[in-house]
């Protein structure tokens, strides 16, 4: 059952389809579950799948950047971009535990190129906090 909440974690934090954790308040409503497992279940669950999101926009990033409508102004555009997101709105993925909207954050910090560690480290904090203001 654990593994199970682990997937609809993840399922719940890609970005289609958008939608909310189902399990969690279910298993939590069941004296039998510990607690630490569900939530150790759910978060790592939610994590990869904001890791899925920001590895998708990344690659979207890379494949753009090499097709021949690509150009020079777009790509001075993209990298103006870019500093800004990595410079302001990087923090924007505090925003990404939240179900519905959340995965879009994750899915734009790939397409921004931002750094991998930085932005898992800032879902994790995000996420983590979600649960405990959650619960």
Do not use: T
């Not at 059952?1 to 389809?17: E, G, H, K, R």
């Not at 998708?56 to 997101?85: C, S």
């Not at 990404?96 to 994750?106: E, L, N």
């Amino acid at each position: 059952m654990y593994f199970d909440l682990f997937i609809d974690s993840f399922i719940a934090a890609l970005v289609f389809p958008p939608r909310g954790e189902f399990l969690l308040p279910v298993m939590l409503s069941f004296p039998k579950f510990q607690i630490h497992y569900i939530f150790l279940s759910a978060f790592l669950g939610s994590i990869a799948g904001h890791c899925s999101n920001l590895l998708v926009g990344m690659i979207i990033l890379k494949i753009a950047q090499r097709e021949p409508w690509f150009d020079k102004k777009l790509k001075e555009n993209l990298e103006r971009y870019k500093r800004l997101y990595k410079r302001y709105f990087i923090w924007s993925l505090l925003f990404s535990p939240f179900a519905y909207f959340g995965g879009i954050f994750s899915l734009g910090a790939g397409l921004f190129g931002a750094r991998f560690i930085k932005a898992v480290s800032i879902m994790i904090v995000a996420k983590a906090l979600y649960y405990i203001i959650l619960f």
